[in-house]
Structure formats: structure tokens, C-alpha cells
């Protein structure tokens, strides 16, 4: 399974932003995908995960701000980002594993390169 990610760039404060990950090769495994962000100096942070049943996770910090989706045939993730905030600014990264749902980085092994967000106050 091969993750493309895209979409990054830099916005103002209360910007909105639009990653993609376009998965390739045999997705028909894969069950659950993620996106995750780290900032300069901090750890690995759990964003948002989307199973193939369509349920959704999100961590407290984007919660109400963010949506991921897929498209139906399952090849590509997206995470809308609205109301961007600087706090927001890290390079984030799409994930993605078999069987379950998890919100633990060290249980996904197929990743996207990182696409930076940068959002400015």
C-alpha cells in the first residue's frame, strides 16, 4: 500500500485548508485510515481516523473544526480544516493499517510523506 499525501500550504488564522491521501496498490486490506501531525519539538499527534465502515474519530484538538471523508471507492481520504488556528501548524501525515481502528501511530504501518500546514496569526 503506497499513501500520497497533498494539499498543504499556508493560511491565516480562521483559514481553511484541504489535505488528500490517495492510497494505491492492495487497499482491499486496509481498514482504517489516519491522519496525524507533528509540530516542531512535540510528539506524534493523533488528528482524525476514518474506518471503511465510515465511522470517524477525531482527536479533542480539532474536534468540531475538522472533517475527514473518503470517497467511495475508498481510494482517496480527505481532511477538510476549518477554522485554522496557529496551534494547527505542524506537518501532517496520512496513515493507514488492517483490521482495527486505532488511535496509536506505532499501529499503522503504511505512511504518507508529511505535507506541512502552516497557519499564521
Known amino acids: 500500500v503506497q499513501l500520497q499525501a497533498s494539499g498543504g500550504g499556508l493560511v491565516q488564522a480562521g483559514g481553511s485548508l484541504r489535505l488528500s491521501c490517495a492510497a494505491s496498490g492492495n487497499i482491499f486490506s486496509i481498514n482504517a485510515f489516519n491522519w496525524y501531525r507533528q509540530a516542531p519539538g512535540k510528539q506524534r499527534e493523533f488528528v482524525a481516523g476514518i474506518t471503511t465502515d465510515g465511522s470517524t474519530y477525531y482527536g479533542d484538538s480539532v474536534k468540531g473544526r475538522f472533517v475527514i471523508s473518503r470517497d467511495n471507492a475508498g481510494n482517496t481520504m480527505t481532511l477538510q480544516m476549518n477554522s485554522l488556528k ?17 488511535r496509536w501511530s506505532r499501529e499503522y504501518n503504511y505512511w504518507g510523506q508529511g505535507t506541512q500546514v502552516t497557519v499564521s496569526s
Open 86 to 102: 496557529p496551534e494547527d501548524t505542524a506537518v501532517y501525515y496520512c496513515a493507514a493499517k488492517e483490521y482495527t481502528f486505532s
